[in-house]
Nanobody
Framework: QVQLAESGGGSVPAGGSLRLSCVAS????????MGWYRQAPGKQRELVAL???????KYEHFVKGRFIIFKDSTNNTIHLQMSSLEPDDTAVYYC??????????????WGQGIQVTVSS
C-alpha cells in the first residue's frame, strides 16, 4: 500500500558525490521515519542514515560527516547527499519508511534498492 521509489544511484570515482532520492506514495496517513540502508555483497543490510519526524537525524559511524539526509517540503521525499565517497561505500542502497496508512494502522516499506559503485 505504500511504495518507495529510489533514484540517483550510479558509478563514481573515489572522492566523488551522489545524491539519492526516495519518494513515498500510496495510502499514507503519516510518516514516522524514513531512512537509507545499504547492503554490500556478502554482508548484512545496515543503517546509513535515518530521519525521524521533520528534522531528527541519525547517522551511522562510518558516515563521518560525509553524508547528509534531509526531507523536502512535501515530507514524503527524502534525499541522501553523499560526498567524499569511498570504495567501501559500494553497495545496494535501500530506502525504508515507517508510518501509518490510517490512524493506528502501521506500515513498514522498503524500496527495491539502487546500486552505488565507487571505484578506486
Amino acid at each position: 500500500q505504500v511504495q518507495l521509489a529510489e533514484s540517483g544511484g550510479g558509478s563514481v570515482p573515489a572522492g566523488g558525490s551522489l545524491r539519492l532520492s526516495c519518494v513515498a506514495s500510496g495510502t499514507i496517513f503519516s510518516i514516522i521515519s524514513m531512512g537509507w540502508y545499504r547492503q554490500a555483497p556478502g554482508k548484512q543490510r545496515e543503517l546509513v542514515a535515518l530521519i525521524v519526524g521533520a528534522t531528527n537525524t541519525k547517522y551511522e559511524h562510518f558516515v563521518k560527516g560525509r553524508f547528509i539526509i534531509f526531507k523536502d517540503s512535501t515530507n514524503n521525499t527524502i534525499h541522501l547527499q553523499m560526498s567524499s565517497l569511498e570504495p567501501d561505500d559500494t553497495a545496494v542502497y535501500y530506502c525504508g519508511a515507517t508510518g501509518e496508512t490510517a490512524p493506528g494502522v502501521s506500515f513498514g516499506s522498503w524500496g527495491q534498492g539502487i546500486q552505488v559503485t565507487v571505484s578506486s
